[in-house]
């Protein structure tokens, strides 16, 4: 089946689809994606993406519907799922909306859900993970590779701040999970003795 995906937004929202993304590829589905320049890049080298259409930023919001019915025929699509507005406007809630007003709690018990199942949902999915996919290229990983060097180099001089820096930037682009687990380890540590100092320099 050919599906015409179509998600415009922020990374986060691009990151929020990639579970739904891999389980359509994985059901054997061939993806199309229509989104933005934001989509591009969070999807970039991302195997479970046949083809790209790129969107039209000046595109007047009222012609939206035609484009999009327009894309379904051109692609020759069997299937559509349009991811505007399944988070904000549905559970992120919008000054114009009027469930915006409702009190607290009410507000709580209508939006207090995960988002990664609500986008399951939105695509009529279920046992998608729960978790977001980066794919990233063989010089993203030397650069990765080259932090967590550095990060280690500093760690064993004790300059903590640095070490800091480097191995956050390696751990965004870790893929191995028991280095990734190490990494963050060592992370925890820095900062705990990062605090230490911190209330140290306090009391002096």
Known sequence: MRILVIRLGAYGDMLMITPVIKK?????HYIILNTNTRGKEVFENNPNVDEYIM???NMPIDELSDHWEKLKTETKADKVINFSESIECN???????????LTKEERFDLCN????EVT????????CQKLPE???????????????????????NRDLRNSSFHLNRALNACENPEEKREIQQMIEEIQKKLKMQRRQQGMG
């Open 24 to 28: 359509l590829k994985e059901q054997g």
């Open 55 to 57: 969107h039209d930023e």
């Open 91 to 101: 559970i992120a809630l919008h000054p114009v909306d009027p469930t915006y007003n």
């Open 113 to 116: 859900k995960n988002y990664y």
């Open 120 to 127: 399951e949902q939105w695509a009529d999915l279920t046992g």
């Open 134 to 156: 980066l794919y990233f290229t063989q010089e993203e990983k030397n650069i990765a590779k080259s932090h967590l060097n550095l990060g280690i180099y500093y760690y064993k």
